[in-house]
Structure formats: structure tokens, C-alpha cells
T-cell receptor, first 109, second 115 residues
Framework: SQQGEEDPQALSIQEGENATMNCSYK?????LQWYRQNSGRGLVHLIL?????REKHSGRLRVTLDTSKKSSSLLITASRAADTASYFC?????????FGKGNQVVVIP | TAGITQAPTSQILAAGRSMTLRCTQD?????MYWYRQDLGLGLRLIHY???????GKGEVPDGYSVSRANTDDFPLTLASAVPSQTSVYFC??????????????FGPGTRLTVL
């Protein structure tokens, strides 16, 4: 069933600014993952955070997880035009992923 | 390395006709998945397979069938297509079981229009 729910749905920012996306879910999870989808392409895995972790970094990406609130956030720092894409959170609760509806991010050069 | 390939890239299909979407991976992943992506609904799981010879139903399995005769191939069949099956279909795979997480690798998608 669909668990992840991203907020906001669409974001337009200037190059160099930070972009933050949120995701909430309903049931217990093993981990939460974020994926990126460029227009007309398949999804690409960005970062995973386990249920016992609170924060994780990978390059310009920072993801947080609050299991008490059942929510996660993805921060992209110093955004670039190439970051223009849709971003999806996905929860892994029974070894199958449940994806949110996605955030569309447009980075204006 | 090709990763995951899907065929065809796109297809227009008359309602009532059957069609098989092909998916092949070369990563020797044991698990494979089929999703459909519709505007405003995100990705929804149709069917999955945790290992060759086994399959399972996802969130929206009706009207679709799958088979997993070997590790590499996971075809999705629409026996009698209906317009509501117009969507973009993604195949994915993962190395389920060998680690404690389930990162999935996606194919490029098949855009299907049923008229």
C-alpha cells in the first residue's frame, strides 16, 4: 500500500539555494529510501536511512528520520540545475518498497 | 553493464489485445518487481518475485500476470488490455536477502497507451 507522502509536491528554487522535501509514513519500517527520477527516465537510488538512524549525509544530500513522528526529510544543499527532477521517498517495511507520490523540484539557473 | 533493460520503449495497443512487456537484468539479482507510474499516484507495485520460480501480488495486480522462469527475466503480461492500463511501466530488481536493505535498480520504463 502507498505509504510515503511527500510535502510539498512542487518546488522551484534558484541555483545555489537549498531544497527541502518531507515525507511521512504510517506503519513501522526497516528503512526509508529516497530516489530521484529525471524526466522520462527510471528511478535512481539516492540514499537510505535505517530505522535506528536519525541523520545521514551523502555529498550534498542530508536525510533525517524521526520514527516517533513517522517522518523523513531530504535536504539538497547548494542546488544545481542538474538537480531538477522528481524525488520520491520509499519505505521498506516488509522487504517491498512503498513509494510516495513524489516531489517535483525545478532548479532555475 | 546494461543493468535492467525493458522492451518495448513505448507501445500503442488496442483495447482487448494482449501484450507482454519484457524485462531483463544482468546483475544476478534475485528479486524483481513491476510498477506502474501514473500522474499524481506515484509508483504502485503490480507484482514481484523474490526469487526465480516464485511470484507475488502487489498493490494493483488485477489484469496483469507475471512469470519468473529464470533469474534474469521477468515478463509482465496484460491478457486483455483496458484503457485504464495506460501508464508507464517500470521494472526493477534488487539483491534481496544478501543484505539487510532493499535498494532497487530501475529500468528505463515502457510507456503503454491502450485505446
Amino acid at each position: 500500500s502507498q505509504q510515503g507522502e511527500e510535502d510539498p509536491q512542487a518546488l522551484s528554487i534558484q541555483e545555489g539555494e537549498n531544497a527541502t522535501m518531507n515525507c511521512s509514513y504510517k506503519t513501522s519500517i526497516n528503512n526509508l529510501q529516497w530516489y530521484r527520477q529525471n524526466s522520462g527516465r527510471g528511478l535512481v537510488h539516492l540514499i537510505l536511512i535505517r530505522s535506528n538512524e536519525r541523520e545521514k549525509h551523502s555529498g550534498r544530500l542530508r536525510v533525517t528520520l524521526d520514527t516517533s513522528k513517522k517522518s523523513s526529510s531530504l535536504l539538497i544543499t547548494a542546488s544545481r540545475a542538474a538537480d531538477t527532477a522528481s524525488y520520491f521517498c520509499a519505505t521498506d517495511g516488509n522487504n517491498r518498497l512503498a513509494f510516495g507520490k513524489g516531489n517535483q523540484v525545478v532548479v532555475i539557473p | 553493464t546494461a543493468g535492467i533493460t525493458q522492451a518495448p520503449t513505448s507501445q500503442i495497443l488496442a483495447a482487448g489485445r494482449s501484450m507482454t512487456l519484457r524485462c531483463t537484468q544482468d546483475m544476478r539479482h534475485n528479486a524483481m518487481y513491476w510498477y506502474r507510474q501514473d500522474l499524481g499516484l506515484g509508483l504502485r507495485l503490480i507484482h514481484y518475485s523474490n526469487t526465480a520460480g516464485t511470484t507475488g501480488k502487489g498493490e494493483v495486480p488485477d489484469g496483469y500476470s507475471v512469470s519468473r522462469a529464470n533469474t534474469d527475466d521477468f515478463p509482465l503480461t496484460l491478457a486483455s488490455a483496458v484503457p485504464s492500463q495506460t501508464s508507464v511501466y517500470f521494472c526493477a530488481s534488487s539483491d534481496f536477502g544478501s543484505s539487510d536493505y532493499n535498494e532497487q535498480f530501475f529500468g528505463p520504463g515502457t510507456r503503454l497507451t491502450v485505446l
